[in-house]
């Protein structure tokens, strides 16, 4: 266990675009390095100082709060009990502000939130994709169908 330290943003973008747009920024950051990232489960770490005593590691795990919506959760933490020098605020910081400038230069087109009729009344893909949370983590479906639904509601 270490220090740990963590922010959200809700970034207005596609979740899949949100995980390009992080990795485009992990790229750039120095002696940061990419050592997991997974685009079924949407989350990828870095880490920095291989070899020194107490490496930092910044986590960004995406979650689909919206058809157009992404809340990122970026943490980062420290093999240490404290951070008295902040460098998992500034590890976070290196990561959140070239993000937030590049979802700002997007031009994202305007569109109403995919729907799905049902009867006389109509149900949002977001709607949806809670109910498959809800019956996954209930064990009724598997995380592989999870994903092949939610996949087919998002259209991707």
């Not at 949100?18 to 485009?24: D, K, P, S």
């Not at 910044?58 to 020098?85: H, K, N, W, Y």
């Not at 031009?107 to 709607?127: C, N, Q, R, V």
């Amino acid at each position: 266990m270490g220090f740990k330290n963590s922010v959200s943003i809700v970034a207005p973008v596609p979740i899949a675009q949100c995980f390009a747009l992080l990795q485009e920024v992990g790229a750039t950051i120095d002696k940061y390095k990419l050592i997991d990232s997974s685009p079924t489960t949407y989350s990828l770490v870095w880490r920095k100082g291989m070899g020194w005593t107490n490496p930092i590691k910044v986590r960004a795990d995406l979650m689909l709060v919206g058809p157009r919506q992404t809340q990122v959760s970026l943490s980062a933490e420290i093999a240490a009990l404290a951070d008295p020098f902040n460098f998992t605020t500034k590890a976070i910081e290196l990561f959140e502000k070239p993000f937030k400038e590049r979802v700002s230069t997007l031009t994202l087109p305007e569109a109403e939130p995919t729907t799905l009729s049902a009867g006389d009344h109509t149900i949002s893909a977001a709607d949806e994709i809670r109910k498959l949370a809800a019956l996954k983590a209930e064990g009724i479906i598997s995380e592989d169908e999870f994903i092949k639904q939610k996949n087919k509601l998002l259209g991707s």
